[in-house]
C-alpha cells in the first residue's frame, strides 16, 4: 500500500512477483537456448502469435497459436502460449489441458529442474485458479527443486502456505444467496467491516489491486492465523519488506462467512493516514472477490455480493441489460491482475490494469507514457508517500481524458485526478511478457456500481438509479 501525505495513495504489488518473475526469465533463457526446431510454417504461425500476445491482443495471438499446433500438436511453446492465455479468459479447464500436455511432451533434455520450473509454476496458477491448494502445493515443492533459495524460498514459502489448506476446502461461503454491506467510508477509498475469525468487526479497504486478503501483524496474531512462512514482498517505490503467508479459519463479511481462506499478513498501520485517520487492519482483495458476483457500488456506498450461481448470473445479466449498464470484457493475468483496453488522452487504445486502490485518484502510469499522453509532470512539487515498504516520491497530474470499453460500452471519464511516482508499479510496462500501460483506479469508477463478473469475465458499469447526493466527473459519451 502506498499513501501520500495529501489525498493518499494505497498501492501494493503481490508479493513475491518479483523474484519469481527474475526466475522464470531465466529458466526462459535456458529453454530458447534448448528450444525446439521449427518448421517454416510453423515458425511463421509462431512469430505472428509470439507478436500479437506482446501487443496484448489475447484473442487473435490464440487463433495464431492454434494454426501452429494444428502444423505441430506437439510444440511444447506454442500448448505453453495457448495454455496462458486460457488462464488469462479464466479457463482453467483449459489451460490445464494445455499446459499439462505442455509439460507430457517437453524434450526429457528439459524436464528436469530448474528448465522445468515455468512450466509447472504456470499449471501451478491453473492450480490456483481451482483451489487446488494441495495439488498446488505439491507442484510448488516440485517447482521449487532441492534449493529453497533465492527465488525458489518464494515457491517453497507459497508452497508451505498452501499446504495448510490442502485438506480442506478453502473459500468455502457460507450465507444466503447475497448480502450487501454498508461502507464505513467510500473516499479516498471504500472500507467496510469485516470479522476475522469470530472477531469485533474491523476496517478493511476493497482493493482489486490486491491478491489475497491482507491481516495486520496485530490482528492476525489476535486472532489465531495460521502463519507457514514468509517472503520478502516489493511495495511501491521499489521498497521491499517481509510478508507473512498463511491462512484464517473464517473471514465474516456481512450475512457471509467464507471458511478457510488463505491470507497474506502485513503491518497496516501507516494505511491509516490514507484514510483520514480511520483505523484499517486489512485489504479485501481480487482472491476473495472473485469467488462471488461482487459489486462495489460506489454512489450507493455499499459492497454486494452474491453466489456465482447461474440463477443470481441471469438476472443480474437481465437487470444490468434493461438500465443500460456497460459491459468491459476483461482478462485475468497470472494471480489477480485485471486488465481490459482503455485510453488516455489522445494515446491509441492500451491495455490498463484495473486497480481499484489508487486512493482518491484515476490514473497512474509510467513517465513515458505520460510524456506521449501529453501529461506534464512537474516534480519540484512532488510529495513525499509512504509504501509498504517505505517513502516514495510522487505528484499530481491532470487527466483530460481516460477510458475504458469501445464502441457502445465505452465509459469515458474527463478532467481526472492522477498521480506520477518516482517508481510507478513494477506490473506497468513489459513485464509480463506485453505492455501494461498504466493503472486505471478509484476516481474514474467513482460515479459508478462496478461489477466484476469473473464467469462472462466482463467488468460492468452501472450509472445507479439512486445516486445518494455524489457527482460523478465520469460519462458514457
Known sequence: MHRSNRTGIVRKRTVGCISIALLLAVVAAAAVWLGE??????????????????????DEAKAAYLNALALAPANTAVLEKLGLISLWENSAEEAGGYLADALRH???????????????????????????????ARLFREARGPVAAGPFRDLDAFGRQMALLEDETP??????????????????????????????PVG???????????????????????????????????????????????????????????????????????LNGLEVKGVIGTRLL?????????????????????????????????????AIPFW?????????????????????????????????????????????VDWSKAEEGIGGGGVVEEVDIAIERLSLGAGGDEVVGHNLLGKASEYPPSVLGDTLGFRLGGLISHQFFRGYAVTLDFEAMN???????VRSGTSSTADTS
Open 37 to 58: 526446431r521449427l518448421e517454416p510454417a510453423v515458425r511463421k504461425c509462431v512469430e505472428a502469435g509470439d507478436k500479437l500476445y506482446q501487443e496484448g491482443c489475447f
Open 106 to 136: 517437453t524434450p526429457w533434455y528439459r524436464n528436469y529442474w530448474p528448465l522445468n520450473t515455468e512450466l509447472k509454476y504456470h499449471l501451478g496458477m491453473v492450480y490456483l485458479r481451482q483451489d487446488r491448494f494441495g495439488d498446488l
Open 171 to 200: 473459500y468455502a461461503v457460507e450465507g444466503p444467496e447475497e448480502t450487501q454491506i454498508d461502507f464505513v467510508i467510500t473516499d479516498p477509498l471504500p472500507v467496510i467491516e469485516v470479522s476475522v475469525n469470530g472477531s469485533e
Open 204 to 274: 478493511f479497504v476493497i482493493d482489486t489491486g490486491g491478491m489475497e486478503v491482507i491481516l495486520d501483524d496485530d490482528l492476525a496474531e489476535q486472532v489465531g492465523a495460521q502463519i507457514a512462512g514468509s517472503i520478502v514482498g516489493s511495495y511501491a517505490g521499489q521498497k521491499k519488506t517481509e510478508t507473512g503467508l498463511g491462512r484464517v479459519d473464517s473471514i465474516g463479511m456481512g450475512a457471509f462467512v467464507v471458511r478457510n481462506v488463505p491470507i497474506h499478513v502485513l503491518d497496516t498501520d501507516p494505511f491509516s493516514s490514507a
Open 290 to 326: 472473485m469467488h462471488f458476483l461482487s459489486t462495489v457500488d460506489y454512489p450507493n456506498g455499499v459492497l454486494v455480493l452474491e453466489r456465482p450461481t447461474s440463477a443470481n448470473q441471469q438476472r443480474m445479466e437481465s437487470r444490468l441489460t434493461s438500465v443500460g449498464a456497460k
Open 332 to 376: 485475468l493475468i497470472n494471480t489477480h491482475y485485471i486488465v481490459t483496453w482503455g485510453q488516455v488522452n489522445d494515446l491509441d487504445p492500451m491495455l490498463l490494469f484495473v486497480d481499484t486502490g489508487l486512493a482518491g485518484a484515476a490514473f497512474t502510469a509510467p513517465e513515458d507514457v505520460l510524456e506521449r499522453a501529453g501529461i506534464s
Open 459 to 465: 467488468l460492468i458499469l452501472e450509472l445507479p438509479l
